[in-house]
């Protein structure tokens, strides 16, 4: 295989050129006038751009090279089948009433975020962990929260990731001013304790080596691995959290993808309460990416060194820095968990975990590693030895397809390239084929 | 008037206690649990709570007391009217396309916002003003595109803020690190320029006064005091801007009530693109609180003291903090900005207006200043020699009214209350009643 990876990588710079080009055009008045403010020192240290903007740039290059490419994109993490009936109509239903009644209307700024849904939430998705509805807060999704999350620590607070993994914990953690330089050569910032997960650890931390920090973002199952911890391991984890007197930041985004009977969330571990939040979303369990719509939990118990809740200043956060998620968006997630609603949202999930499967096969067939899957929409693929913003490339010039670079989810990416299994069926075998030609 | 306001102010510790009561259940178990995570200091610097849940709280408190009680809210100011038919049905029929149709799916991140809708606001309402829809960011409110520019800001600006005013600005900026302490006297924060409005230099600050800082809060017209800024009062401000080298940060929430041919948008003051930013919303134009739907201008000529855009960084915000704005929402201001949908719009603010000169008239009756209520959905009262808190609380208590003390909106509001517009005409008609019966 090592023959596809022929493309030098693209230097930082001209990346930060293509994305301009893409979303901001350049003015074409020159100008001499400048404020006197000075840029966010905080602002410049992050490294490049995001991720997925980046990737769509490239996207666009490519069409640009190719106008008649039918490209396939297992790139972003982007549900592809439509809403189940249920949820779709009962936002219609909302839209509809917001028309007719005047009850619906307004911020209802007494409760903050819908009190039944906060209820729903924490009976049918935390039954038997004692999380009340109170404890819960509606948002507009989980990247959203973690900023939110990320103004309530502030910039003294030290942190860990596991490496690799999404990058918005870094991303907020370099705005909000937690972090040192980036590092040129390995790519990893300052003062991040970076937690490698990789084959040589089966996905989760070796914790013995794992210096104290305050926080620790733990994304399970893994994007972008796809790993999925068992018990015995997030036992583990909590006790590291007591023993250390850190906070878990438990993104759970993707848990409705385990069936492995593995925990589908923090509270399941006795303790967690005391130390861990959980960041969750609509978006990936019901195809809600667009609709906006999550949630995170802060648990009563979760103190500071001084006594005083957590779930107090995060409160203050969301009625200071947000106004609730949209109604509608609203009502959506409370048919998806409704019975019949909440049936259609694991039957979505199954979808997806058979295209995972045809990929893993069509992997397994290149005689290439490729991890995840089971437990998660997304697969891990290894390319030992080379560098992922080239394999990136080579995929997409040679079979007109969307993957995502290792490397963007952190330094210990760098030889893998993620793939996800959201998307129509026909797209993925079509993507499965064009990937088995490249052997033959 | 005097003998109506005999009650003691509610210490701040108290409201603390009850806001907490009322959002955050108090867990019964004691544990002796901490982790050694220290507070964010800057979160402890957050005077007492935020206004409007402060409100709610003491309103349940009301109705305990009085459980017949038929309460009238004028105070936050929610919109109380049907959504435009045109608007509400836009919204439903894309919650049915959703349900049907691939291509409305996902998180369209290769726009991160809804192409057409920035277009659409970008002709429609800053139309003659040389805003691109490339510099239009759709957001999910101006509160919260608030925080997102104080993260985009950082902790090491200078922020001016007019006083009275909204309060998310300076909270904002408490959290993000922009002030010191609190000074217990006047409730103002350390480090923020406070520019006072009031009766005596018709609500416009005295810039000659003003201090030179970073960033420029101006809400116009203003919350709380209904005053909106005349064309040279706009041009001053962005002279001062440019002497100065600041940024402004101009948000025109409340930019429909406008009918006095006072400008909408600080764009229509020449040389505003290169100092101002401009944060707006459909919340209070169209009745959307709770569909969540604003937007953020950042004009590609307004520099850092560096040469580097503004914009490019709040793109890199919002790619890395927030995932756009909900499409149905977004399918809702596409209706609003549509030629029938936007006189829909301007009807509701007249309606709206008409419930504000009610209102006026009333205070004049009983002898009262009230100021606003002509370019805005506010009017804001003053009660000489009073504290505002005082007066909320035994006009709740006497006419069963919700207000808005004053003092929430910085030192300079003490005196006043704020009075919404947004009601059903025949609960204005009655609060209007109630109140004229306290002269009786």
Known sequence: MSKIFSFSLIPCKTLLQTRASVTVQET???????????????????????????ISAREAQHLKKYPNAEVISLGIGDTTEPLPDTVASSMADVSFAILLTEKLVGFQFNTVQMQELRRQISETLYKDMGIKDTEVFVSDGAQCDISRLQLLFGANMSIAVQDPTFPAYVDSGVIIGQTGDVEKESGSYQKIEYMTCGPQNSFFPDLSKTARTDIIFFCNPNNPTGHAASRQQLERLVQFAQENGSIIVYDAAYAVYITEGRPRSIYEIPGARKVAIEVS??????????????WTVVPEELLYSNGFPVIKDFNRIVCTCFNGASRIAQAGGLAALSPEGFKAVLSLADYYKENAEILLETFRLLGLRAYGGINAPYLWVHFPGSNSWDVFNEILEKTHIITVPGSGFGPAGKEFIRVTAFGHREKILEASKRLRRLLS
Chains 1, 2 share one sequence.
């Open 28 to 54: 074409e008045n020159v100008t001499d006038f400048r404020t006197k403010v000075s840029r966010n020192p905080k602002m410049e240290r992050l490294r490049c751009n995001y991720l997925f903007p980046e």
């Open 281 to 294: 979303s609509f978006s990936k369990i019901a195809g809600f990416t667009g609709v906006r719509l999550g």
